[in-house]
């Protein structure tokens, strides 16, 4: 049997992580380009592309690429073209697969922003893939209480419960809520999930607070008073906060909310990047009394 080139590899795991046809890099090369149009290439396509609608928008970049760029003009294998007609009629939304080397985390989520009354927890954020990317590579230490906030789909919780950390996965909104208990359990993961709106549900006992991209709203002294109770229940807990930097002065406002903690933030080591997204910088930041 042939090894599967790398570039293959990747648009597998891109395939599974949903990412947009806009955004999908199939080859880096002309070499690469001129072996995905060989058979064997196109049958590794075939061993993971179910009907879907995301498979028939996705089918139909790389029909388009082919005729660009395949100079014979050869076909497409057959195969290719049944998972496609079939995509055709599919109402099929498969849960979308991030894949951290030896960890895959299956969510499902949508892609519109702003689903059900307003929450922005439907989908997985960029600065979401970027925490769960730096907690894989600095795993957290077993037997640590980990409390994430504003969980959205779970990625982070159940990335950390897979990793071993005994997790409670929060957010403000019920839904999203049910969603995040839904996706634990589609990960076989046993994850308590729990209501934790900012400001008004009480605070509960964390070694380490997980939060990503939740600080883009305007007020945000109820996060801050919701971090200000959960370090008060545990002196010694530690918050650590992706920031997607749309703006800086929006996290610069937050940060001022917490007059009495110290703030630092982690230096950017250069890790391989394991997921795909594209985004503004993500910042991290460790919070401590
Ligand atoms: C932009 S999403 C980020 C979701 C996830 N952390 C990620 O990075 O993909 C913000 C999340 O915070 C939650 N949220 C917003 N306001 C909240 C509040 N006042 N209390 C608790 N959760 C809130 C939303 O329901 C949503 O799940």
């Known amino acids: ?5 790398d570039f293959l590899q990747k648009i597998k795991q891109q395939y599974l992580q949903q990412v947009s046809p806009n955004h999908f890099q199939w080859v880096t090369s002309d070499n690469e380009w001129s072996i995905l149009v060989e058979p064997f290439a196109q049958a590794y396509l075939c061993e993971f592309l179910r009907p879907s609608i995301y498979t028939k928008l996705l089918l139909k970049s790389y029909f388009r690429l082919l005729d660009k760029y395949n100079q014979d003009h050869a076909e497409p294998v057959e195969t290719l073209f049944y ?3 079939e995509s055709l009629s599919s109402r099929e939304i498969p ?7 030896d960890y895959s985390v299956r969510v499902y989520e949508s892609q519109n922003v702003l689903l059900r009354e307003g929450t922005t ?4 954020w960029e600065a979401g893939m970027a925490l769960a990317e730096l907690l894989y590579h600095n795993p957290i230490n077993p037997g640590t209480r980990v409390v994430e906030l504003g969980a959205g789909t779970g990625l982070v919780s159940i990335l950390c419960s ?6 409670l996965a929060t957010d403000g909104d019920n839904n999203v809520c049910q969603g995040i208990k839904r996706n634990a359990h589609l990960n076989g ?3 308590p999930v729990q209501r934790l709106l900012w400001g008004v549900d009480p605070p509960v006992y964390a070694d380490l607070v997980l939060a990503s991209d939740v600080t883009y709203e305007g007020d945000l002294r109820c996060l801050a008073t ?8 545990n002196p010694c807990c530690k918050i650590l906060l992706a920031a997607t ?3 800086q002065e929006t996290i610069d406002n937050f940060l001022r909310l917490l007059p009495n903690f110290h703030v630092r933030v982690l230096t950017n080591k250069k890790y391989a990047k394991l997921l795909y997204y594209d985004s503004p910088p993500v910042v991290f930041y460790e919070i401590f009394r």
């Open 162 to 167: 897979k990793m071993g950390a005994s997790v």
């Open 121 to 124: 927890g439907a989908r997985t």
């Open 1 to 5: 049997m042939e090894t599967v080139p």
């Open 95 to 101: 849960p979308v697969q991030y894949t951290l080397c």
């Open 189 to 191: 993961c046993d994850i």
């Open 83 to 85: 998972i496609y007609i």
């Open 245 to 247: 930097l749309r703006r």
């Open 226 to 233: 919701t971090m200000n109770d959960l370090i008060t229940v």
